[in-house]
């Protein structure tokens, strides 16, 4: 069992940069695959990244890819998402998620656990 709770979140003007992190709870941290999701006022949650469980192999969408940098850092129990040229369409509550078992996933029945979501709001 783990806990997560994301933080970083706020308002920021387009062009911007925030940092969200993800802080899990337990001791087994280091052997999950993790991920962040967002969801969007009116749409459907949606894959924004993922990381192995070393470290070394991380996926984008789309939407994310070459602004985004997911990362993780195993000894503090915590996850990261740096967020880059910040746009309005980026507005979203944003979820980090454990797998306990498996590789990285763009699935989100896949993940066995999620955090409470923390809103992130991009002003033009």
């Known amino acids: 069992q783990v806990q997560l709770v994301e933080s970083g979140g706020g308002l920021v003007q387009a062009g911007g940069s925030l940092r969200l992190s993800c802080a899990a709870s337990?001791?087994?941290?280091?052997?999950?695959?993790m991920g962040w999701f967002r969801q969007a006022p009116g749409k459907e949650r949606e894959f924004v990244a993922t990381i192995s469980w070393l470290g070394q192999g991380t996926y984008y969408g789309d939407s994310v890819k070459g602004r985004f940098t997911i990362s993780r850092a195993n000894a503090r129990n915590t996850l990261y998402l740096q967020m880059n040229s910040l746009k309005p369409e980026d507005t979203a509550v944003y979820y980090c998620?454990?797998?306990?078992?498996?590789?990285?996933?763009?699935?989100?029945?896949?993940?066995?656990?999620w955090g409470q979501g923390t809103q992130v709001t991009v002003s033009s």
């Open positions: 337990g001791r087994t941290f280091s052997t999950y695959t």
């Open positions: 998620a454990a797998r306990a078992k498996g590789d990285m996933t763009t699935r989100q029945r896949a993940y066995d656990y």
